[in-house]
């Protein structure tokens, strides 16, 4: 798949562009139980998340993973992606505001392909952040 | 504590068929709005055979099997006290609509910290695309990393 933006000037520092997401609601939480298969009851069902001593359910960590993967697919077809890793630094709550942003920290060549490494995270209204992680794209896909 | 003999434990491997309504549902879950990953004409008029399997999807397909709690079961862990930690992708193919994914996961590591408040149990998955032909192909490995909370 061709990608719409010019890969050839990429460079050590650029940001992608970043994606905003509205608040997490109970909704969003159902639904994401729902699509995904993940039933985990801690992140719906009030009275089971309480009984295991937290204040509230919480969402997924795949949740903002997924914003995650939907910020590089805008940026490039998904077969320019190599590779995807995410770590989950703090839970994201009911009502927080995720906003994803990635930067190209390093280009090299592997395989006989351009490639580039990118940091990612994810942060609340607050600027907390809940998620870092690392990608790794080609760039001539 | 998590008894470490079951490092190198083999789950069931199992077989998923990607459909694409489950794809759109998951779409809408997520606020996707990118038509490649909603509709099936737009999709393939980006070059995909059939709607994309999106990047974090793999690792819900994975979650399709009987009890995708199983292995938490299997080594005494309470549900109610895990935590996704970390989650790795490493991709050879993209999947699309109507493909049949074999999923082939072990535990590869179980470890802990804190004195214990917390352990780690860490799991790969080998996932290939059912070809027709003899051999399937690699499609992608995923790596978990769930912590269980002890207080």
């Known amino acids: ?141 | 504590m998590i008894d470490p003999s079951f490092i190198g434990f083999r789950l069931p491997v199992h077989t998923q068929l990607v459909e694409a309504g489950r794809l759109r549902f998951f779409a809408r879950a997520i606020g996707e709005t990118n038509p490649v990953y909603l509709e099936e004409d737009a999709a393939r008029a980006a070059g995909w055979r059939s709607l994309p399997v999106p990047p974090t999807f793999l690792f819900c397909l994975d979650m399709e099997r009987d009890n995708p709690y199983d292995y938490m079961d299997t080594l005494g862990i309470e549900l109610g006290k895990v935590l996704h930690g970390e989650q790795h992708f490493d991709y050879y193919q993209v999947a699309c609509a109507g493909d049949r994914l074999t999923f082939d996961s072990r535990i590869t590591d179980i470890y802990q910290k804190k004195a214990g408040a917390m352990e780690f149990v860490v799991r790969e998955t080998a996932v290939y695309r059912d070809t027709g032909r003899q051999e399937p192909d690699r499609l992608a490995d995923l790596r978990s990393i769930i912590i269980i909370r002890h207080r």
């Open chain 1, 1 to 141: 798949m061709r990608p719409d933006v010019d890969t050839t000037s990429i460079k050590v520092g650029d940001e992608i562009p970043p994606l905003s997401t509205p608040p997490i609601s109970r909704l969003t939480l159902a639904l994401y139980a729902g699509a995904s298969g993940d039933h985990n009851p801690i992140h719906v069902d009030l009275d089971f998340a309480r009984y295991h001593g937290m204040d509230d359910v919480f969402a997924h960590g795949m949740l903002a993973s997924a914003y995650l993967g939907r910020m590089l697919t805008n940026w490039l077809p998904q077969d320019a992606l190599v590779s995807f890793g995410m770590r989950f630094v703090a839970i994201s709550h009911v009502h927080d505001e995720l906003s994803c942003s990635g930067r190209i920290t390093e280009r090299f060549e592997e395989a006989g392909e351009q490639r580039a490494r990118l940091e990612l995270s994810v942060v609340n209204q607050h600027g907390e952040t809940k998620v870092v992680g690392d990608a790794v794209v080609r760039l001539d896909p």
